[in-house]
């Protein structure tokens, strides 16, 4: 029997906090890109822009208080995420589909509100059975694709948003698609501007300059991945060494106490010294203790700002279409870059008490 994924599982795997803005906790409205590669909803960020510094040109994220630079028109300038806009889209179509379960949904195509049938992926609306037939009888709708609302319940038939499939224009020529990669100046262009701009530069089509971005982008993910076990090794090593101090203070305790109990015509000489053998064996200890403790705080920091990163990467590249990422290839290596250059922390010294 084949497996079949339907709306519902679908929607399991989804988290409700990947839809939604942390500024407004709605799902996204026109979702826009930080350097960091948090999303917040536009207005979400002009509202942010104002409490901050409305004339200023830098934009502090709410999450990890990054700075990103604002160009031109400020927020409105920043860049479009449409793998996200396209989420949320599609999951909120599942949702009406899986409600549409237990109600009725109203066909879109006429003023009717009868019951809802099927979908036309072409008109984009939920279509009634009359509406379905005209469809078939108008020779323009013919090649129309239609599904029925079961087939999207069930899972045979997923919903894609357009915006996937849509081709971002050029700010300077709105006719005209964005086509070319030029390496030179590292951003999508359109056909007019690598003629009148960038004639002299290193251009490649957006396929092959999408395979090498992705490229460089994977091995970057990988050190990623590696500097992530390293730290995952150092924490272990560290909890390990941990171990051996609070076994090392137990037993220096149980010398002490066993070197006082010995010497009793020296009662009182040893109950002082036992204090300040103790007293100096908790010292050195605490010193200790805060040593590892710090590192240990710093390396889990680490980890978890290194899992965040990664996930905030991989779901990116799994969502972005080939204009985004190459849009975004430097701050994606940039953070990839920033990740991969630092060291874990190591136990700051030997770990010795007196014999």
């Known amino acids: 029997m084949a497996f079949r994924v339907t709306a519902q599982s679908v929607l399991e795997k989804i ?24 999303s917040f909803c ?18 502090t994220c709410p999450l990890c208080r990054r700075e990103t630079m604002l160009k031109g028109s400020g927020v409105a300038d920043l860049p479009n995420n449409f793998a996200f806009s396209a989420l949320v889209e599609e999951v909120t179509m599942q949702e009406n589909l899986l409600e549409g379960q237990g109600s009725k949904i109203k066909c879109q195509n006429c003023d009717e509100e009868n019951q809802a ?11 009634c059975e009359e509406c379905q037939k005209a469809h078939g009888r108008m020779a323009v709708m013919k090649s129309h694709k239609i599904y029925t609302l079961a087939q999207f319940q069930s899972g ?19 006719d005209q698609n964005l086509n070319v990669y030029c390496n030179t100046c590292q951003q999508v262009i359109c056909t007019t501007c690598s003629v009148l701009d960038h004639a002299k530069h290193s251009l490649t089509g957006l396929p092959e300059a999408a395979e090498k ?47 006082v109990a010995k010497i009793q015509k020296e ?36 980890v978890t ?13 799994n969502q972005a279409s080939c204009y985004e990422i190459l849009e975004l290839q430097q701050k994606l290596l940039h953070n990839l ?10 136990v700051p010294d030997k770990l010795t008490f007196m014999d």
């Open 15 to 38: 988290s409700v906090d990947h839809l939604e803005c942390s500024i407004c906790t709605n799902r996204f409205r026109q979702p826009k890109l930080l350097d960091c590669l948090h």
């Open 42 to 59: 536009l207005q979400c960020l002009h509202d942010l822009r104002q409490s901050q510094d409305p004339s200023g040109t830098k934009l």
């Open 117 to 127: 049938v099927s979908r036309c992926m072409d008109c984009d609306n939920f279509l």
């Open 156 to 174: 045979e038939i997923v919903y894609k948003s357009k915006l996937r499939e849509e081709v971002p224009k050029c700010g300077k020529h709105p």
């Open 213 to 259: 971005c992705k490229k460089k982008v994977t091995e970057m993910v990988q050190k990623s991945e590696r500097r992530k076990t390293q730290l995952s090794t150092t924490i272990k090593e560290t909890s390990k060494s941990r171990e051996e101090l609070d076994a090392m203070f137990a037993n220096t305790q149980k010398k002490i106490s066993k070197k």
């Open 267 to 302: 009662i009182t000489k040893i109950q002082k010294e036992e204090q300040k053998l103790l007293k100096e064996t908790d010292t050195i200890y605490k010193d200790k203790t805060i040593a590892f403790e710090a590192v240990q705080a710093t390396n889990r920091k680490e």
């Open 305 to 317: 700002q290194t899992e965040h990163k990664l996930e905030e990467v991989k779901q990116l590249m």
């Open 337 to 346: 870059s920033e990740l991969t250059g630092k060291q874990p922390q190591q």
